[in-house]
């Protein structure tokens, strides 16, 4: 075989090759496109945590609903009536070190609990009130911008007040802003 003859054949095959480079670099890119459509780089976990705090202020033995020391059990739907007021007219952060503790300047989450009961008045209870105030001005559409970085997420749970060996029917609105 002469060189010349070789020559053309490589040529030939260098530019049928062409087309089939371009259609690669079309489907890499393509698969390229794909895969950074479908990851996900952010995970919103306000609602979850928002639901975990109820569910510990609810559930845990130093939080809102009734204890019973001889037992060692909590009452999950029962509220311990005078708990829940010592917590309303003392200190606004005696919440904070109880059944969920961030730390004693708390970025994360801050809530605001009410007790509704026919024929009385609601008593309010805060977690992070210094932050709570801060945040809810946020949370309202009203303002001017719209709602900002945080988020207010409500919750209403139908439950038993407990005054001494009365039980009495109530309401407790969480509205709890992260």
């Known amino acids: 075989m002469k060189l010349g003859k ?3 054949v490589i040529s030939g095959e260098v530019v049928f090759m062409i087309p089939k ?3 690669l670099t079309a489907v890499l890119f393509a698969v390229v496109i794909l895969v950074k459509l479908f990851i996900i780089t952010t995970t919103d976990i306000r609602r979850v945590e928002s639901d975990i705090l109820i569910s510990r202020l609810l559930y845990s033995p130093n939080g809102l609903s009734y ?3 001889e037992l060692k059990r909590v009452y999950p739907a029962v509220i311990d009536l005078n708990k829940f007021k010592q917590l309303s007219a003392g200190s606004p952060n005696q919440l904070d070190n109880g059944a969920a503790a961030y730390g004693s300047d708390n970025p994360i989450i801050a809530a605001k609990i ?3 009961q026919e024929g009385s008045k ?3 209870v805060f977690y992070n009130k210094d932050r709570f ?3 809810e001005p946020r949370t309202l559409s009203s303002v001017e911008g719209g709602a900002g970085s945080v988020q207010s997420f409500k919750e209403q749970r139908y439950v038993l007040a407990k005054d001494g060996d009365k ?3 109530a309401i407790l609105d ?3 802003i992260s």
Do not use: A, E, M
Request: net charge neutral.
């Open 133 to 135: 105030d801060k945040w």
């Open 122 to 124: 609601d008593i309010d």
């Open 21 to 23: 480079l371009i259609f």
């Open 174 to 176: 969480f509205n709890v």
């Open 114 to 116: 009410t007790l509704k």
């Open 167 to 169: 039980l009495s029917p």
């Open 6 to 8: 070789k020559r053309g």
């Open 67 to 69: 204890f019973d020391n």
